[in-house]
């Protein structure tokens, strides 16, 4: 069976026995919150089946053609069906990080706080976003929802305060059109650099200055700050960093466009841009579901924590920390004000949301002065109280040392007529 397989260097391993079974797992299954959202995945793809071998092997029940092919093709947790590989087991070998998760273009800047994109990739068929739907996230941060959503062919509209996040969004997303035009220019870029002080960004901004396509200037951009962040946060020479990074970043695009090829994909379109979420610009009813994580600045300070960035892009950190939900204010005037701010953005959620779809949201508890913020439980009545039906709360444990939050709620609730 793998030898029909292309010629990879796999990641994950294979055992040639699985294939011979209906659904096997990928091997970093291991939490709870996965497995549930695993087997909510196949439920929202009309798959019957059973779950054997401690939680690791799936028998359909219902087995056809057309539905082998939508497991295939859409699924996030599992390995191989009915003896072929999945396409998402082939996305994740394309990976030039030591990080399970940051295949492709995910990777691209050190982002705190990042959604999974296999969590992403299921939250997206539970809520049953299918080819040329529409998906919103409001707090779009890194883009991992934009990346995942133009995977699966589903359209993609985001928005956030932060310039920083926007660009990782545009560049992770959009490069892949451009990789000749951004390959092309690559060696006169380094050149150019080093017949000048290589760390002065006004020589850097000159030189992107003339480079006329928004994309590739934006992709140049991002392959910057990711080496001040590298200087900044790990003490890492710039110059080496930056050259480092950039070859890794034309690779990882490299390896996106290889995938768009090998598998065929028909990408989603992707519209991501500043806004406020107290105030989206989008019509009522108009987006097909909206899955998304309303930032945790309660605990975490995201303007500090990516100061050295902003402050390279040219922002003034007093001004663009007003504009920022969570950071305002001292002691409880601060977590009345991020909750006024939270309930003008959910109600712009039941306002864009149609009728009948759905609104993920991930949230946890966090830890403010001593005390827990009850943000779970706020969310939840808030959500009920403008109309959202509350369908499920699942618990997502979060492992790390220098992890602020403790523990995640995956909430997805429902929009009545």
């Known amino acids: 069976m793998l030898k029909n397989q292309e010629d990879i260097r796999w990641t994950y391993k294979i055992d040639e026995s699985e294939l011979e079974k209906d659904l096997v797992l990928i091997d970093n299954v291991q939490f709870i919150y996965e497995l549930s959202l695993a087997e909510l995945e196949l439920k929202a793809l009309g798959v019957d089946f059973t779950v054997l071998n401690g939680l690791r092997e799936f028998i359909i029940h219902n087995k056809n053609k057309d539905l082998i092919d939508t497991i295939r093709k859409r699924t996030s947790y599992f390995k191989s069906v009915s003896g072929k590989l999945t396409d998402y087991f082939y996305i994740i070998q394309k990976n030039r990080t030591k990080s399970v998760n940051q295949y492709l273009t995910h990777w691209i800047y050190p982002y705190k706080g990042k959604f999974h994109p296999q969590m992403i990739r299921a939250l997206l068929n539970i809520i049953g976003m299918r080819k040329g739907d529409l998906v919103c996230d409001p707090f779009s941060g890194s883009g991992t929802t934009a990346l995942e959503s133009q995977l699966l062919g589903i359209n993609f509209y985001g928005i956030d305060v932060s310039p920083l996040c926007v660009l990782q969004g545009k560049v992770k997303t959009k490069s892949v059109e451009k990789v000749i035009e951004i390959k092309e220019i690559k060696n006169e870029i380094i050149n150019r650099l080093n017949q000048n002080l290589f760390n002065s960004e006004a020589n850097y901004y000159k030189i992107l200055e003339d480079i006329k396509d928004e994309d590739v200037r934006n992709f140049y951009l991002l392959a910057r700050l990711v080496a001040i962040s590298d200087n900044a946060r790990r003490g890492k020479e710039f110059e080496k960093s930056f050259v480092k990074n950039l070859n890794l970043m034309v690779d990882s695009v490299e390896d996106y466009k290889e995938v768009i090829n090998k598998l065929k994909l028909n990408l989603g379109t992707i519209n991501i841009e500043v806004g406020d979420v107290r105030k989206i610009n989008l019509p009522d009813n108009s987006v097909d579901g909206i ?76 830890t403010f002065q001593g005390r827990e913020v009850q943000t779970v439980e706020f969310t939840i009545d808030y959500m009920q109280n403008l109309g959202f039906a509350f369908e499920k709360n699942i618990l997502k444990l979060i492992f790390g040392l220098y992890n602020v939050m403790k523990k995640e709620n995956i909430l997805i609730f429902k929009k009545m007529n």
């Open 291 to 366: 899955i998304t994580s309303p930032p945790y600045s309660i605990a975490l300070d995201y303007v500090e924590n990516d100061e050295h960035s902003l402050i390279d892009l040219g922002y003034e950190i007093d001004k663009l920390r007003d504009k920022f939900i969570g950071v305002r204010g001292n002691g409880k005037n601060k977590i009345e004000l991020y909750n006024e701010d939270m309930k003008k953005a959910y109600s712009e959620f039941y306002r864009i949301l149609k009728p009948n779809k759905y609104a993920v949201i991930v949230i946890g508890n966090a």
